[in-house]
């Protein structure tokens, strides 16, 4: 059990800096989501806690070490790779003891452990088998397996489920959160898929181009994003953007509602999540909106939209409500505290609310 | 299922007839050398040539074996087998560390190292040989096992085929082991050495072969007769001048000489194919 400090980490390959100087903090126990599109530098994070990457600068300290200089097997960690990367011409049970034989651990022990993670996995049917005679959640399994009988201090996951099949997926996150509870053990945990990044995290770190965007619980990131970038990645569909126009020293969004804020300059933008718009009649809303399409899904309808000024915009409605075809002229009110402010940077500002006299 | 197209009625008799032949043409000249292993000097020698085995097998292969022209053919048999076994050992212990530095490990002028070594499959052992014998003379390795084994030992073509294979592996496989504290020797026996070994099969029937069919370095490097290989060694049984050659126990010479490499084949293409089979990558 550790706990996890990043202090300005930073990452160069030759002078390309692909990091620029993140600043975490991992409590003891506490499952972390590094979540961001690919190529942001999430995996290379993660690889510098594990130690399979060097650190260009900065300090990662697992417990009260650093670990800047120690070798993977120095630094009490285990790791669960994308491909789940078991070796091949081993049986499940050696792929589950390797890592014990090699630290020298007497062969009663290792028998025990093993077989305490199988049951735990339900894999004490398969100990016999070679990895390819497995299924992709078995091997998922196995992968894990490997990483619980070292009883490491932290957990470490690259991606693990991205190349499983949408349902497995889904029941793998689960058993993970669940097992990640019972042993609690400090786990870091690398996606690009923000469902699996909410559903998991306790906190999560999202990231964009080798920085951190915003830490935070998933429900705060999602409620509060602290960046434009954020509020389009997390939640699906993502959160509406909106430009705003200056008239006569008024901000105007949508074609027609003027946002009464002082501070909005030119090209700020406003963002809305879907299940905050409403649809009300024509005229009767801040402005009016032009149906393109819509998506039934059954527990809810997405109506796309797209407004006078040109901007496109989803209303999540529910699933049993009427919703309007292709064409129709449609109003959209929305309550202004959940109006979010971003500035021309990205960056947030307040929400509408805040700035009304 | 499979791409094979299928063949009914007359078509599946003209590809077995077609097989048949081919065979026949293949196997005819090895027949007529076990015909003439099995006949005696005079059957031989008057025309026509006998087609059906005669009653001699003991008798050739007895004197083959044991008494020979030069060296008895056990002996070469044996000088053979050592220096077969010597290069292709050696070759793969050798190419299969080579490439493992390589692939994995960075160090200064690796690649120039690998083009070096790339560069040497150019430079078969005829073009060498004269240099390689004045060093090998030089270091008094003339009628040795390493003077025959040594300067064949080298392989680029392996060097370069467990580089290939290396590259498949994928990186998350070493450092899954790194994770588990596997070191560069433990990782090289522990995962590399077993995921290697239906290449290792692979090139131990084709290396193996290959160093048993040298003719032109044993030629060269050993003149004690009792450091003859079998392969020189039936060159060497047909006599110069007058001397009349024993061609049943010549032909019995060749049966023996044939035998290692085929059976080296057969059970080894067993092990190849079952590895191929069990292999995953």
Known sequence: MADITLKDIRKSYGRTEVIH??????????????VGPSGCGKSTLLRMVAGLETVTGGEVSIGDRVVNDLEPRERDIAMVFQNYALYPHMSVFDNMAYGLKIANVPKEEIRARVTEAARMLELEPYLDRKPRQLSGGQRQRVAMGRAIVRKPAVFLFDEPLSNLDAKLRVQMRLEIKALQRRLGVTAVYVTHDQVEAMTLADRMIVMNAGVAEQIGAPLEVYANPQTLFVAGFIGSPPMNVL??????????VGGGYEVRGRD????????????????????????DATVDFCEPLGAETLVHTRTDAGDSLVVRIDGEAVFPSTGDRVGLIADP????????????????????? | MSGMVERRGIGVWLTHAGLVLGIAIICFPIYIAFVASTVDQAALVTPPMPLVPGGHFLDNYHEALFVGANAPVWLMLAN?????????????????????AIVYFRFRFRMVFFWMIFLTLMLPVEVRIVPTYEVAAGLGLLNSYTGLILPLIASA????????LFLTIPDELVEAARVDGAGPVRFFIDILLPMSRTNIAALFVILFIYGWNQYLWPLLVTTDPSMNTIVMGIKQMLPTGDEVVEWPVVMATAMLAMLPPVLVVIFMQNLFVKGLVESEK
Do not use: C
């Open chain 1, 337 to 357: 505290v959940r109006l979010l402010a971003f500035d021309a940077a990205g960056r947030r500002i307040a929400s509408l609310a805040d700035l009304s006299p």
């Open chain 2, 80 to 100: 053979s087998m050592v220096m077969a076994l010597g290069i292709t050992v050696g070759k793969i212990a050798i190419s299969i560390i080579s490439a493992y």
């Open chain 1, 264 to 287: 909005l300059a030119t090209g700020s933008v406003i963002g809305v999540r879907p299940e905050h718009v409403n649809l009300v009649a024509a005229g009767a809303g801040l402005f």
């Open chain 2, 157 to 164: 073509t392996a060097t370069f085929l467990f580089r290939q």
């Open chain 1, 21 to 34: 100087g993140i600043d975490a903090h991992v409590e003891d126990g506490e499952f972390i989501v590094i």
């Open chain 1, 243 to 252: 430009r705003t126009e200056v008239r006569d020293g008024t901000a105007v």
